[in-house]
Structure formats: structure tokens, C-alpha cells
């Protein structure tokens, strides 16, 4: 019912910054937020930010300070802006859409995009 892209993930030196944007499409009208999910290899999938409708906003303890989530409504588009990377950040991330269960766990969430690769040398 609702389909999730992501891009803008690549390769880039730590201290620098990227941009992640999610295009959603379909009932988007259903969702009640929005979020940013981490997958790094032999690790489980992990919180990172979210945003709700009423446009409240959640971070991850890592990256509180550094990273910034939007959204763009005419747009159906959220973004995610990451600065001053590290390399502990590299990972899959996921945007994903929730209907209203649990906003900081991926159990609270019904949609998910194919992930874009996000890698930090130092």
C-alpha cells in the first residue's frame, strides 16, 4: 500500500556529510511517521531518527547532534541529513513508515524501503 525509496547513500571521508531522501508513494495519508533504521554487518537493525506528522522528532543517542531528519509534504519526501560522519556509522539504511505503534522500534513499523549503502573511511 505504501512503497519507500531511498537514495542518496555513498562513499565519503569521516567528518563529512550526506544527504539520505525517501520518496514515498500510495497511501501515504495512512502513515503516522516516518524513520530512519541502520543495519551494519553481524549487528541487528537499529533506531537512528523519526519524525511524526504533527512534525516531533526522535534521535538515536549516537546521533543526536549530527544528524538531522526533515520532511517535505508536497513532496512525500524525508530526508536525513548526516554530518560529521564516522566510521562507526557505515551501514544499509532503511527508511521505513509506521501507523502508530512504536516509533523507535522496527516492530513499530509496516513499510520499508530496499536500503542504500552508506560508507565512512577515515
Known amino acids: 500500500q505504501v512503497s519507500l525509496v531511498e537514495s542518496g547513500g555513498g562513499s565519503v571521508q569521516a567528518g563529512s556529510s550526506l544527504r539520505l531522501s525517501c520518496l514515498a508513494s500510495?497511501?501515504?495519508?495512512?502513515?503516522?511517521?516516518m524513520g530512519w533504521f541502520r543495519q551494519a554487518p553481524g549487528k541487528e537493525r537499529e533506531f537512528v531518527a523519526a519524525?511524526?506528522?504533527?512534525?516531533?522528532?526522535f534521535y538515536a543517542d549516537s546521533v543526536q547532534g549530527r544528524f538531522t531528519i526533515s520532511r517535505d509534504d508536497a513532496k512525500n519526501t524525508v530526508y536525513l541529513q548526516m554530518n560529521s560522519l564516522k566510521p562507526e556509522d557505515m551501514a544499509v539504511y532503511y527508511c521505513?513508515?509506521?501507523?502508530?505503534?512504536?516509533?523507535?522500534?522496527?516492530?513499530?513499523?509496516?513499510?520499508w524501503g530496499q536500503g542504500t549503502q552508506v560508507t565512512v573511511s577515515s
Open positions: 500510495g497511501r501515504t495519508s495512512s502513515t503516522y511517521y
Open positions: 521505513a513508515a509506521g501507523t502508530g505503534r512504536a516509533v523507535g522500534r522496527p516492530t513499530g513499523y509496516d513499510y
Open positions: 519524525i511524526t506528522r504533527s512534525g516531533g522528532r
